[in-house]
């Protein structure tokens, strides 16, 4: 299926953001990237900063979905769902690399208002690890003195997974998501009963 052309413009963005910065990004690189005109480029974004929310909005709203599905697959138990949320979490940012150090490198371009629509749905997804973190340590299943410094920690720890995975190299994403998952229950203090 061939890409619409606002897709194109978006995939171009994304592409441009990452390998020459959002500063370094012009309408008219985009454009010349997308094979499109800079006009056309302007007929659906206003300007790179929407580009960027759009990229940026997009990537967090899919990682957060991904990480929701994978928790409803799981069993109830708190370490399961930790461990799902982290692989799933995982999972999407090696297998979305660009997108994720996009949204990790330039999110701090946009103003606050823009900010606000594209950080709602991080700190969604921080409150869900932080609650399925809560419910391991009050059930005993945890052992973790700081919360909210293991979430922190943890997804962290899942978003460096942009800088250095390589889908030709020796792990595939699925192994390193899983490794991750066996990581981040051993940062939350895991005491299997």
């Known amino acids: 299926m061939i890409p ?77 769902q930790w461990t799902a949320a982290v692989v799933a979490h995982s999972l999407y940012t090696a297998r979305n690399q660009q997108a994720c150090l996009v949204a990790n490198t330039e999110l701090r371009y946009l103003d606050e208002v823009d900010r606000k629509r594209v950080v709602g749905s991080r700190d969604a997804q921080e409150h869900l690890f932080v609650t399925i973190a809560e419910a391991g340590v009050a059930g005993g299943d945890f052992d973790v003195p700081h919360v909210h410094q293991a979430v922190t920690a943890v997804l962290t720890m899942c978003a460096g997974i942009a800088l250095w995975y390589r889908p030709d190299g020796p792990l595939s994403a699925q192994a390193v998501a899983d490794s991750y998952g066996v990581y981040a229950l051993n940062l939350v203090g895991y005491r299997p009963a």
């Open 4 to 80: 619409s052309v606002r897709q194109r413009i978006l995939d171009a963005a994304l592409e441009e953001f990452y390998t020459a910065g959002f500063h370094a990004a012009t309408m008219r690189t985009i454009a010349k990237r997308a094979g499109c005109s800079a006009a056309n480029v302007y007929n659906h974004f206003e300007n790179k900063d929407e580009l960027l929310v759009e990229i940026l909005r997009s990537a967090s709203d899919e990682q957060f979905t991904a990480t929701r599905t994978a928790l409803r697959r799981a069993g109830s138990a708190p370490a399961e």
